[in-house]
């Protein structure tokens, strides 16, 4: 079966300026992996391992210096694949109503005619769980998990089929944390949506992914399904992931 995602080769690498010479750091290098439709894959690694470079690339936010970013079907990356962020507050226009922003974006993709707008917004805060009331209000009038939420209902407006989640539970108190967790999943199962899902909290991939990709030093270390890879890992870093994890 054809993947939804397909990342062959990636090569990601920034300009650096050093003593009025310029060079080339490698942040992503030869990253290939796939997620399947349904599938929640998880992106695993320490800070400045690639995960977050490889994440923009695969939504078209970062430039790719070489190899293949392929997603299957038809339609424009821009709708198709939607990111989800750690912080949804600096992702959102502080001075503008919640249901205007969700809006502006069947806006933007030609979801539904202007008239059903607002319709369509009210029922996207519903399906992640917040009152018609949200519609109106400023985004400093939520909490860190409401937040999280209307991040989700925005990606979701665009009726993507890939959603990459960045680190998205990462500032959310456990149980608030798990709330969110299970939205994505009730998500995954009800619409179909596949998921990339990058974090460095083994306990979080251990209840969320099917398969996971570990990254270090922007190279990928080892990859395969997620019962497979707690019982047996294959590589040293992960193993000493692993026995972090489990203290």
Avoid at 20 to 36: E, H, N
Avoid at 214 to 240: D, I, S
Wanted: proline residues 4%; neutral net charge; contains cysteine.
């Amino acid at each position: 079966m054809t993947p939804l995602l397909s990342v062959r080769n990636l090569h990601v690498s920034y300009p650096e300026s050093r003593l009025f010479r310029r060079r080339w750091r490698s942040i992503v290098k030869d990253v290939s992996l796939t997620v399947g439709n349904g599938e929640i894959v998880g992106l695993i690694g320490e800070s400045g391992s690639g995960k977050s470079t490889i994440a923009r690339a695969v939504a078209g936010l970062a430039p790719v210096s070489s190899g293949e970013i392929e997603l299957a079907g038809s339609g424009p990356r821009a709708r198709q694949v939607q990111m989800i962020f750690q912080d949804p507050f600096a992702s959102l226009d502080p001075h503008m109503s919640v249901g205007r922003q969700i809006a502006e974006v069947l806006a933007i993709h030609a979801i539904c005619a202007k008239d059903e707008r607002r319709t369509r917004t009210l029922a996207l805060l519903a399906r992640v769980g917040l009152p018609a009331s949200a519609y109106g209000r400023l985004p400093h009038a939520f909490s860190g998990g409401q937040r999280a939420r209307i991040g989700i209902a925005r990606a979701l407006a665009a009726e993507p089929r890939l959603l990459i989640a960045d680190e998205a539970t990462a500032a959310l108190d456990v149980s608030v944390q798990a709330q969110v967790l299970n939205l994505l999943m009730d998500l995954r199962d009800d619409l179909g949506l596949s998921l990339l899902f990058i974090t460095h909290d083994l306990a979080v991939v251990g209840v969320l992914c099917d398969r996971a990709v570990v990254l270090r030093h922007g190279e990928v270390v080892e990859q395969g399904t997620v019962a497979e890879m707690f019982a047996a890992p294959q590589n040293e870093y992960t193993k000493t992931l692993l026995e972090a994890h489990r203290g």
